[in-house]
Nanobody
Framework: VQLQASGGGSAQAGDSLRLSCTAS????????MGWFRRPPGGERTFVAV????????YYTDSVKDRFTISRDNAKDTTYLQMNSQQPEDTAVYFC?????????????????????WGQGTLVTVSS
């Protein structure tokens, strides 16, 4: 299994960035995909998850009205569109595959609910 994340970089407050994560070695269409982030000196925390049904999404409160998670099953890729970025969004962003479960909601914010991880992509937002 490989997850290749890309799209990170530097941005100014208020700018937008889109992260991509392309998967291989998994049945992408039946896998829920998540994004986590680890700020400088902090822990890895949940950002968003999208189910095999793309209408099923969950977000952490701090990004709910600014970030959008989506997926393109034809490309085995999930995206995180980040709008109105703020300095507190500065972090290394990771994509991950969620363990199989009938409900995407099941422990969706827990790091240990995800079994494969990408290498991370750095996003730096300056004020």
């Amino acid at each position: 299994v490989q997850l290749q994340a890309s799209g990170g970089g530097s941005a100014q407050a208020g700018d937008s960035l889109r992260l991509s994560c392309t998967a291989s070695g998994i049945d992408f269409r039946s896998t829920a995909m998540g994004w986590f982030r680890r700020p400088p000196g902090g822990e890895r925390t949940f950002v968003a998850v999208i189910g095999w049904n793309p209408d099923t999404t969950y977000y952490t409160d701090s990004v709910k009205d600014r970030f959008t998670i989506s997926r393109d099953n034809a490309k085995d890729t999930t995206y995180l569109q980040m709008n109105s970025q703020q300095p507190e969004d500065t972090a290394v962003y990771f994509c991950a595959t969620k363990r199989q479960h009938p409900s995407v909601a099941f422990h969706h914010a827990r790091v240990d609910e995800y079994n494969y991880w990408g290498q991370g992509t750095l996003v730096t937002v300056s004020s």
